[in-house]
């Protein structure tokens, strides 16, 4: 009978202990939550970052207060006075799409946020090549990587490429291009398209009265249906604003490749055809740009309105040239994809609920609003010199 009695009691110990236990883990999770020495958090940016319920947060908080690990900043309002615990250290593998302005921009912002929270990114270049990204993939599961930012265009590889990591039941985050399985993380490409279609047909009823004698499709097929949906967009936003464009001719133009190709695909097309009033919807700046030269080239710039997707850099500066044709671009702002690629991986990682897919902010950029959304851009004109865009050469697509 005594020895039951002690048993029992062993048991409601060990109990006891796995309840606390739980108890410290989670308090340790809020301590982690400040990342910095002197960090001051709000409880809901508490409860953001742990994912534990309000109730749970505020007594782990309040606990801590009186243990000395956690002050009271204000109202609400909880600072770190001992400096940030380093969280376990994943190590997330990024296959990045290859040299073009828009990846670099994503590639800086990922290592910045990767050092802050303690991430070790692993980074191979795909160099806008299948037969590299499928290579790459094989690279990244044999070191092992507890979660990979897959980053490459070609939409007949993703499969592929997608079924590899799943087999070695590696978490994927496909960025912009869809993979089986994977998370998606990029643009909403029908919005997107929606939004520049919209305002490239309010310039053509203010313009030209709503007159359109034809429209181009500047396309990138490799990637895919979903890319093929900014185009689709993009028509539809001008039908809105013009109804009648319905019956206007509809040339569709594979936009695969350099800016030079680019630009020699258009050349063709231009010495086959009369330049006339034309839309030009492109997939991205790229072919929005070789759109713009190769109209210039033929004497015909007034002949024709360009609408481009991504915003970068070279399309920013066109925005500014007096007298420019590129109606608008719309923004992706990769620059900051880092700030919620890094934390949804680190979700992932820690077994925290997920969405299947995060869209990324998107904003028309024009001539009337570039320097707002973009100040700093003509701080480093100033520094470093820049060409007009339309002059320069391009060396990549992007997406």
Same mark, same amino acid.
């Given at each position: 009978?005594?020895?039951?009695?002690?048993?029992?009691?062993?048991?409601?110990?060990?109990?006891?202990?796995?309840?606390?236990?739980?108890?410290?883990?989670?308090?340790?999770?809020?301590?982690?939550?400040?990342?910095?020495?002197?960090?001051?958090?709000?409880?809901?940016?508490?409860?953001?970052?742990?994912?534990?319920?309000?109730?749970?947060?505020?007594?782990?908080?309040?606990?801590?207060?009186?243990?000395?690990?956690?002050?009271?900043?204000?109202?609400?309002?909880?600072?770190?006075?001992?400096?940030?615990?380093?969280?376990?250290?994943?190590?997330?593998?990024?296959?990045?799409?290859?040299?073009?302005?828009?990846?670099?921009?994503?590639?800086?912002?990922?290592?910045?946020?990767?050092?802050?929270?303690?991430?070790?990114?692993?980074?191979?270049?795909?160099?806008?090549?299948?037969?590299?990204?499928?290579?790459?993939?094989?690279?990244?599961?044999?070191?092992?990587?507890? %979660?990979?930012?897959?980053?490459?265009?070609?939409?007949?590889?993703?499969?592929?490429?997608?079924?590899?990591?799943?087999?070695?039941?590696?978490?994927?985050?496909?960025?912009? +291009?869809?993979?089986?399985?994977?998370?998606?993380?990029?643009?909403?490409?029908?919005?997107?398209?929606?939004?520049?279609?919209?305002?490239?047909?309010?310039?053509?009823?203010?313009?030209?009265?709503?007159?359109?004698?034809?429209?181009?499709?500047?396309?990138?097929?490799?990637?895919?249906?979903?890319?093929? %949906?900014?185009?689709?967009?993009?028509?539809?936003?001008?039908?809105?604003?013009?109804?009648?464009?319905?019956?206007?001719?509809?040339?569709?133009?594979?936009?695969?490749?350099?800016?030079?190709?680019?630009?020699?695909?258009?050349?063709?097309?231009?010495?086959?055809?009369?330049?006339?009033?034309?839309?030009?919807?492109?997939?991205?700046?790229?072919?929005?740009?070789?759109?713009?030269?190769?109209?210039?080239?033929?004497?015909? %710039?007034?002949?024709?309105?360009?609408?481009?997707?991504?915003?970068?850099?070279?399309?920013?500066?066109?925005?500014?040239?007096?007298?420019?044709?590129?109606?608008?671009?719309?923004?992706?702002?990769?620059?900051?994809?880092?700030?919620?690629?890094?934390?949804?991986?680190?979700?992932?990682?820690?077994?925290?609920?997920?969405?299947?897919?995060?869209? +990324?902010?998107?904003?028309?950029?024009?001539?009337?609003?570039?320097?707002?959304?973009?100040? %700093?851009?003509?701080?480093?004109?100033?520094?470093?010199?820049?060409?007009?865009?339309?002059?320069?050469?391009?060396?990549?697509?992007?997406?």
């Amino acid at each position: 009978m005594k020895q039951a009695v002690i048993e029992q009691a062993h048991s409601a110990n060990r109990n006891g202990d796995r309840n606390e236990s739980q108890t410290v883990l989670r308090a340790c999770e809020v301590i982690k939550a400040f990342r910095q020495t002197g960090e001051e958090l709000q409880l809901a940016e508490v409860m953001e970052r742990t994912g534990l319920p309000k109730t749970t947060t505020f007594r782990l908080l309040r606990t801590l207060i009186h243990g000395g690990l956690i002050e009271r900043a204000g109202a609400g309002i909880y600072r770190n006075s001992f400096g940030p615990i380093a969280a376990q250290q994943f190590r997330v593998g990024f296959a990045t799409q290859g040299n073009t302005e828009f990846a670099r921009e994503v590639n800086r912002g990922l290592e910045v946020v990767a050092a802050r929270e303690h991430v070790r990114l692993i980074t191979l270049n795909n160099r806008y090549s299948a037969r590299e990204a499928m290579r790459n993939a094989e690279l990244l599961i044999r070191d092992r990587v507890d %979660l990979v930012l897959e980053f490459q265009t070609y939409d007949r590889v993703a499969p592929a490429i997608a079924a590899k990591f799943l087999a070695a039941k590696t978490p994927v985050i496909a960025i912009e +291009v869809p993979h089986p399985g994977a998370t998606y993380f990029g643009a909403d490409n029908y919005k997107a398209g929606l939004i520049g279609g919209k305002a490239l047909g309010r310039w053509a009823r203010e313009n030209w009265g709503g007159h359109v004698d034809q429209l181009v499709l500047m396309g990138l097929p490799i990637a895919g249906s979903l890319l093929e %949906l900014r185009l689709s967009g993009m028509v539809d936003g001008l039908r809105s604003e013009l109804p009648q464009i319905v019956n206007t001719p509809l040339i569709r133009l594979d936009g695969r490749g350099s800016f030079d190709q680019v630009l020699d695909e258009l050349r063709k097309y231009l010495r086959r055809r009369r330049p006339r009033r034309t839309l030009v919807c492109a997939v991205n700046d790229i072919c929005a740009l070789a759109s713009l030269r190769a109209f210039e080239e033929a004497g015909a %710039l007034e002949q024709c309105a360009v609408m481009g997707q991504n915003a970068l850099r070279m399309a920013r500066d066109e925005l500014r040239r007096p007298g420019t044709r590129l109606i608008g671009s719309v923004a992706y702002f990769p620059e900051r994809y880092g700030e919620e690629l890094i934390p949804l991986a680190i979700n992932i990682l820690s077994k925290k609920p997920t969405p299947p897919a995060v869209f +990324v902010k998107h904003q028309l950029l024009t001539p009337r609003n570039v320097n707002l959304i973009y100040p %700093l851009d003509t701080v480093e004109m100033g520094r470093e010199g820049s060409g007009t865009a339309v002059d320069g050469t391009i060396p990549d697509t992007g997406i």
